[in-house]
């Protein structure tokens, strides 16, 4: 080192010397080589102070150095302790401000007090791997062609500090420069040497051809699968593989357009863990998502030997993935968290994480729940088991943020495959938009000519959506209602006069008919359809498929937000009125990023060569409003929920305590704390303040809450642990004040007054189903009104103990949720009842409130209470002495789930959704419960009641015959083991 030094005095002031050096550094400040003797570091070790002697013969105009090793700190990364040191570490900071003479940049890996860290991962420390990852061309650096100085430290720097906050450490580079303008460079070539000593590292590169796939590890058998379904890979694809590591375990953060090719870059990650025989987790924020994920990966990968699996019930069954028996597991962010609370060996059996739509965590609801999830993973890469993590997300604002807090590249992509022209549709029928790919503004004159019919929008929606569907094209119109939707359907349906979407009719379920189902019938029937809460996800899929089959008859879909997120609907226009979301206190406006996510559904790629999107704005302060606030406005910054009023904060204790200590195990409240402070919350407060900590009076009150309630416990050695009723809020995805709550409603009672009725009761006053909407007649609120009369004399017939009863009254903030909480306990008896669709409709509306329909309600709130169900039964064994009702509850989530009656549940237990509700309602009315008799029935029998369906036939055969099996093994009644004791 010293031979290379003394040859560079021969450099010429117009010359630029780059030299680099990663290793250990003493804490008396001498940098180790290679060849240093450990027993004569005075002699074979180069200090600081030879360094800068050295430096001073260099007379190249410019000079780079970069240390990456430690020089004080004493933290054990990559410092060696000596006997003697220097007097302190501002004699390291002197001799560096002297190398950062005239024409020099320094770049240290941190702080003269500060420890340099290692990645395991990469074999470097943390600025090495930065730093050739810069110096290879890595665009966040790239000035054209070539590499900018000024760009490649403030990134370096970026990367260094997140790298060792993901770590749980702390680690700021130091950068100390003398130089005038910048300095660019080529981009630096990996060589012969760089392949020979990195080969885990080595890059293959691919092109936009699919078939290039199999350059960097891909079988054959995929590759030629992926280029059936895609012509090319796109840039952004192409750029997650050559630029940002996808395919090498880089952590990622892909922030991109509806229709980019996102969730391929997240397949592919996933595929890669696969073929090196680790396993990929696929997260999702709705059930409706991970079933259609599921049946994508089935059809594209199953046929390749990939096993997926699903997870979103509580009915699920999640051995397989406890036990390691999958490849790709697809779940939503609830259940997996769940998952990793009560069984953590699941993360360290994981090579990938995907999560896809990871903008939701600003959700008001779902937010705090991924939020935790992050951060348990991130806890969890501290102490060894490091997956891959990918985030997949809509344009946001800035999303650098939530990139540096899980220690993510950010690759953002902005651009959209096909060019999208947004604008509005202004109250003289002229369309002001910017043209996609210019941005260009342009006001196009008489797009529309207004019907003047009803003064409404529908006078502006029917002539533009004629207009388009004359062009050739498909359309959704989005509306902020689901009675707006159906009701735009219909009259589009009459007024439009186009063929029948026959194929998408003869699909429909004959049996268990919700009034929404058969008003989607007569919208097909006219070529239109409606997409929202109040159909099953069977019939939402259903719409979706058709309107994107080649050659469909379905033109037109009017929807709401439901079709908004993940769903592959190939529209060439949207459409949208309305951009406000109904609110208990009143409409919530919705967010940039949310409209910019219902207009990228236009223009979808290998449907359409543009897309279009038509916001109506039928007066001029509506234009201005329209267009400063959405159509020219930036999506909003990822925010955190952690922090937000509405979080509770001893939720997030339960929660941490649950992750860190073993059942039965402690930790110190210190611990808890380091682990809030982990969060994307507090990453993104320090940001603003380096010196934030978390609120320690705030966490104290939390903790002593929980203790009153009896959910922890402090041990004498000043660690605290969870009790068994804490568990149960810290291993689900159950608040603290639901337990609370639930505790207070059931404990008490007799072992009899704990029946079914009373735990679905019990439920209703908790926070997540406070959570849920539900039609009524907000004027029909007080005691003697009819319609609270009704549901609680119902609830009181069925002998629903008086104290639960109380329960619904409990921390309500207004006269309705009483009658809100009783009515959602009977729409869910009648839905396990086996009542049929429409007449639970019936009776829910009878007092009005409810608009078109309630059937997504009633499915939602049945949903969530069967995710509750369980919590609540646990807390009745605890607080209900001699209480055992596992298998009771065991039938009851089956039912839940289902929506069937007792009789049915054997043959639900094993078939599961490969039957439809309205299926086991036929079965049951043909008096085809019992699993024998099933066995027995003739096929015809059975095909009468399963719409001549030979697969649910196929279905019905083999769930029948387990369910006898079943039965058979639960009536062998064991022998003695052991024979009588003799003394």
Same mark, same amino acid.
């Not at 729940?369 to 501290?382: A, G, P, W």
């Not at 697969?951 to 387990?962: D, P, Q, S, T, Y």
């Given at each position: 080192?010293?031979?290379?030094?003394?040859?560079?005095?021969?450099c010429h002031?117009?010359d630029?010397?780059f030299?680099?050096?990663?290793?250990?550094g003493?804490?008396?400040?001498?940098?180790?080589?290679?060849?240093t003797?450990l027993?004569?570091?005075?002699?074979?070790?180069?200090?600081?102070v030879?360094l800068?002697?050295?430096?001073?013969?260099?007379? &190249?105009?410019?000079?780079?150095l970069?240390?990456?090793?430690?020089?004080?700190?004493?933290?054990?990364? +990559?410092?060696?302790?000596?006997?003697?040191?220097s007097?302190?570490?501002?004699? &390291?900071?002197?001799?560096l401000?002297?190398?950062?003479g005239?024409?020099?940049?320094?770049?240290?890996?941190?702080a003269?007090?500060?420890?340099?860290?290692?990645?395991d991962?990469?074999?470097h420390?943390?600025?090495?791997?930065?730093?050739?990852?810069?110096?290879?061309?890595?665009?966040?650096?790239?000035?054209?062609?070539h590499v900018?100085?000024?760009?490649l430290?403030?990134?370096?720097v970026?990367?260094?500090?997140?790298s060792?906050?993901a770590?749980?450490?702390?680690?700021?580079?130091?950068?100390?420069?003398?130089?005038?303008?910048?300095v660019?460079?080529?981009?630096?070539?990996?060589?012969?040497?760089?392949?020979?000593?990195?080969?885990?590292?080595?890059?293959?590169?691919?092109?936009p051809?699919?078939?290039?796939?199999?350059?960097?590890?891909?079988?054959?058998?995929?590759?030629?699968?992926?280029? +059936?379904?895609?012509?090319s890979l796109? /840039?952004?694809q192409?750029?997650?593989?050559?630029?940002?590591?996808?395919?090498?375990?880089?952590?990622?953060?892909? !922030?991109?357009?509806?229709?980019?090719?996102k969730?391929?870059v997240?397949e592919?990650?996933?595929?890669?863990a696969?073929?090196?025989?680790?396993?990929?987790?696929?997260?999702?924020?709705?059930?409706?998502l991970?079933?259609? +994920?599921?049946?994508?990966f089935?059809?594209?990968?199953?046929?390749?030997?990939?096993?997926?699996?699903?997870?979103?019930?509580?009915?699920?069954?999640?051995?397989?993935?406890l036990?390691?028996?999958?490849?790709i597991a697809?779940?939503?962010?609830?259940?997996?968290?769940?998952?990793?609370?009560?069984?953590?060996?699941?993360?360290?059996?994981?090579?990938?994480?995907?999560?896809?739509?990871?903008?939701?965590?600003?959700?008001?609801?779902r937010?705090a729940?991924?939020?935790?999830?992050?951060?348990?993973?991130?806890?969890?890469?501290?102490?060894?088991?490091?997956?891959q993590?990918?985030?997949?997300?809509?344009?946001?604002g800035?999303?650098?943020?939530?990139?540096?807090?899980?220690?993510a590249?950010?690759?953002?992509?902005i651009?959209?495959?096909?060019?999208?022209? @947004?604008?509005?549709?202004?109250?003289?029928? !002229?369309?002001?938009?910017l043209?996609?790919?210019?941005? @260009?503004?342009?006001?196009?004159?008489?797009?529309?000519?207004?019907?003047?019919?009803?003064?409404?929008?529908?006078?502006?929606?029917?002539p533009?959506?004629?207009?388009?569907?004359?062009?050739?094209?498909?359309?959704?119109?989005?509306? #902020?209602? +689901?009675?707006?939707?159906?009701?735009?359907?219909t009259?589009?349906?009459?007024?439009? #006069?186009?063929?029948?979407?026959?194929?998408?009719?003869?699909?429909?379920?004959?049996?268990d008919?919700?009034?929404?189902?058969?008003?989607?019938?007569?919208?097909?029937?006219?070529?239109?359809?409606?997409?929202?809460?109040?159909?099953?996800? /069977?019939?939402?899929?259903?719409?979706?498929e058709?309107?994107?089959?080649?050659?469909?008859?379905?033109?037109?879909i009017?929807?709401?937000?439901?079709?908004?997120?993940?769903?592959?609907?190939?529209?060439?226009?949207?459409?949208?009125?309305?951009?406000?979301?109904?609110?208990?206190d009143?409409?919530?406006?919705?967010?940039?990023?949310?409209?910019?996510?219902?207009?990228?559904?236009?223009?979808?790629?290998?449907?359409?060569?543009?897309?279009t999107?038509?916001?109506?704005?039928t007066?001029?302060?509506?234009?201005?409003?329209?267009w400063?606030?959405?159509?020219?406005a930036?999506?909003e910054?990822?925010?955190?929920?952690?922090?937000?009023?509405?979080?509770?904060?001893?939720?997030?204790?339960?929660?941490?305590?649950?992750?860190?200590?073993?059942?039965?195990?402690?930790?110190?409240?210190?611990?808890?704390?380091?682990f809030?402070?982990?969060?994307f919350?507090a990453?993104?407060?320090?940001?603003?303040?380096?010196?934030?900590?978390?609120?320690r009076?705030?966490?104290a009150?939390?903790?002593?809450?929980?203790?009153a309630?009896?959910?922890?416990? &402090?041990?004498?050695?000043?660690?605290v642990?969870?009790?068994?009723?804490?568990?149960?809020?810290?291993?689900?995805?159950? #608040?603290?004040?639901?337990?609370?709550?639930?505790v207070?409603?059931?404990?008490?009672?007799?072992?009899?007054?704990?029946?079914?009725?009373?735990?679905l009761? &019990?439920?209703?006053?908790?926070?997540?189903?406070?959570?849920?909407?539900?039609?009524?007649?907000?004027k029909?609120?007080?005691?003697?009104?009819k319609?609270?009369?009704?549901?609680?004399?119902?609830?009181?017939?069925l002998?629903?103990?008086?104290?639960v009863?109380?329960?619904?009254?409990?921390?309500?903030?207004?006269?309705?949720?009483?009658?809100?909480?009783?009515?959602?306990?009977?729409?869910?008896?009648?839905?396990?009842a086996?009542?049929?669709?429409?007449?639970? #409709?019936?009776?829910m509306?009878?007092?009005?409130?409810?608009?078109?329909?309630?059937?997504?309600?009633?499915?939602?709130?049945?949903?969530?209470?069967?995710?509750?169900?369980?919590?609540?039964?646990?807390v009745?064994?605890?607080?209900?002495?001699?209480?055992?009702?596992a298998?009771?509850?065991?039938?009851?989530?089956?039912?839940?789930?289902?929506?069937?009656?007792?009789a049915?549940?054997?043959?639900?237990?094993?078939?599961?959704?490969s039957?439809?509700?309205?299926?086991?309602?036929?079965?049951?009315?043909?008096?085809?419960t019992?699993?024998?008799?099933?066995?027995?029935?003739?096929?015809?029998l059975?095909?009468?009641?399963?719409?001549d369906?030979? @697969?649910?036939?196929?279905?019905?055969?083999?769930?029948?015959?387990?369910?006898?099996?079943?039965r058979a093994?639960?009536?062998?009644?064991?022998?003695?083991?052991?024979?009588?004791?003799?003394?």
């Open positions: 080192m010293i031979r290379h030094l003394d040859a560079l005095s021969a002031p117009d630029t010397v030299v680099a050096f990663s290793g250990h003493t804490d008396d400040h001498k940098l180790v080589t290679h060849d003797d027993d004569d570091l005075e002699g074979t070790a180069l200090s600081l030879e800068e002697r050295k430096f001073t013969n260099i007379q &190249a105009g410019r000079l780079l970069v240390l990456d090793c430690c020089f004080s700190g004493g933290m054990g990364a +990559k410092v060696l302790k000596v006997d003697i040191r007097r302190d570490a501002s004699s &390291a900071e002197f001799r401000d002297a190398l950062a005239e024409g020099r940049v320094i770049l240290t890996a941190s003269a007090d500060q420890p340099a860290w290692e990645d991962r990469r074999g420390g943390l600025l090495t791997s930065a730093l050739v990852d810069a110096l290879s061309g890595t665009p966040e650096v790239m000035d054209g062609t900018s100085l000024t760009r430290i403030a990134h370096v970026s990367r260094v500090q997140a060792a906050v770590m749980g450490k702390r680690q700021l580079p130091g950068v100390r420069a003398a130089i005038e303008g910048d660019r460079w080529p981009v630096f070539i990996r060589g012969a040497r760089w392949e020979q000593w990195f080969p885990a590292l080595a890059r293959a590169y691919v092109d051809d699919p078939s290039s796939l199999a350059r960097v590890g891909f079988p054959t058998g995929l590759v030629a699968a992926w280029s +059936k379904e895609i012509s796109n /840039d952004l192409v750029k997650a593989i050559n630029d940002y590591g996808i395919l090498r375990g880089e952590h990622l953060v892909v !922030s991109a357009p509806t229709s980019s090719g969730t391929m997240g592919l990650a996933a595929l890669t696969v073929i090196s025989n680790r396993r990929a987790i696929f997260l999702l924020p709705l059930k409706a991970v079933a259609d +994920k599921r049946r994508h089935t059809r594209l990968y199953g046929p390749h030997g990939v096993k997926t699996f699903e997870a979103t019930g509580e009915t699920d069954d999640v051995g397989p993935l036990r390691g028996k999958y490849d697809l779940l939503t962010y609830e259940k997996f968290c769940a998952v990793a609370v009560r069984f953590p060996h699941v993360l360290s059996g994981v090579g990938v994480i995907v999560v896809d739509e990871a903008q939701m965590l600003a959700d008001i609801q937010g729940n991924l939020e935790f999830l992050l951060t348990l993973v991130l806890m969890r890469k501290r102490t060894g088991a490091e997956p993590i990918v985030a997949l997300s809509a344009v946001v800035d999303a650098a943020a939530l990139a540096g807090w899980l220690g590249r950010l690759l953002r992509h651009e959209r495959p096909v060019p999208l022209d @947004e604008g509005l549709i202004l109250w003289d029928g !002229s369309f002001r938009h043209v996609g790919g210019s941005g @260009e503004e342009i006001t196009t004159t008489a797009k529309v000519s207004r019907l003047r019919r009803t003064d409404s929008n529908k006078d502006w929606i029917i533009l959506v004629r207009s388009l569907v004359d062009e050739g094209q498909q359309v959704i119109v989005f509306r #902020e209602l +689901k009675g707006e939707a159906s009701g735009s359907a009259y589009l349906a009459a007024s439009l #006069e186009l063929p029948p979407a026959a194929e998408a009719v003869a699909s429909l379920p004959e049996r008919q919700s009034r929404s189902t058969r008003a989607l019938r007569a919208c097909l029937a006219g070529g239109v359809a409606f997409h929202h809460s109040d159909l099953t996800p /069977d019939e939402r899929r259903i719409v979706e058709e309107f994107r089959r080649p050659g469909s008859g379905l033109r037109v009017a929807a709401t937000t439901t079709l908004a997120m993940g769903v592959n609907t190939p529209a060439n226009s949207v459409v949208i009125c309305g951009l406000h979301h109904p609110g208990r009143g409409p919530v406006p919705y967010s940039v990023a949310e409209y910019k996510n219902l207009v990228g559904r236009a223009g979808r790629l290998g449907y359409a060569d543009r897309g999107s038509y916001l109506l704005a007066s001029p302060v509506l234009e201005d409003d329209l400063r606030r959405y159509v020219t930036e999506p910054d990822v925010t955190s929920r952690f922090l937000r009023k509405g979080t509770d904060m001893r939720t997030l204790i339960v929660r941490v305590i649950a992750s860190v200590a073993s059942f039965g195990g402690s930790i110190a409240p210190g611990d808890v704390v380091a809030l402070e982990a969060s919350g990453f993104l407060q320090r940001r603003g303040d380096d010196n934030w900590v978390w609120d009076g705030a966490f009150s939390s903790l002593d809450g929980l203790r309630h009896d959910l922890v416990e &402090a041990r004498a050695d000043g660690t642990a969870l009790t068994l009723l804490g568990r149960i809020a810290g291993e689900g995805s159950i #608040e603290v004040a639901s337990v609370i709550r639930l207070r409603a059931i404990r008490g009672l007799k072992t009899d007054e704990v029946t079914d009725p009373a735990l009761v &019990a439920v209703q006053s908790t926070v997540e189903l406070d959570g849920c909407h539900f039609p009524s007649n907000k029909s609120v007080k005691p003697h009104h319609e609270p009369q009704a549901w609680v004399g119902e609830l009181r017939r002998g629903v103990p008086a104290q009863m109380g329960a619904l009254h409990w921390d309500t903030t207004d006269e309705v949720a009483p009658t809100l909480r009783a009515k959602k306990a009977v729409a869910a008896l009648l839905f396990i086996g009542k049929p669709m429409d007449i639970i #409709e019936t009776s509306l009878q007092f009005g409130g409810g608009g078109d329909g309630a059937a997504g309600a009633v499915r939602n709130v049945t949903s969530r209470t069967c995710d509750m169900i369980p919590a609540a039964a646990r009745a064994e605890l607080v209900v002495p001699g209480l055992d009702i298998g009771r509850i065991e039938r009851l989530l089956v039912r839940l789930t289902h929506g069937v009656p007792g049915t549940v054997d043959l639900a237990r094993e078939c599961g959704a039957l439809s509700r309205g299926d086991y309602l036929a079965l049951a009315e043909a008096h085809l019992e699993p024998q008799r099933v066995v027995s029935a003739p096929d015809v059975l095909l009468s009641c399963l719409g369906d030979r @697969e649910k036939l196929i279905a019905i055969r083999r769930g029948a015959e387990a369910s006898v099996a079943r093994v639960a009536a062998i009644v064991p022998s003695p083991i052991l024979e009588p004791y003799e003394a």
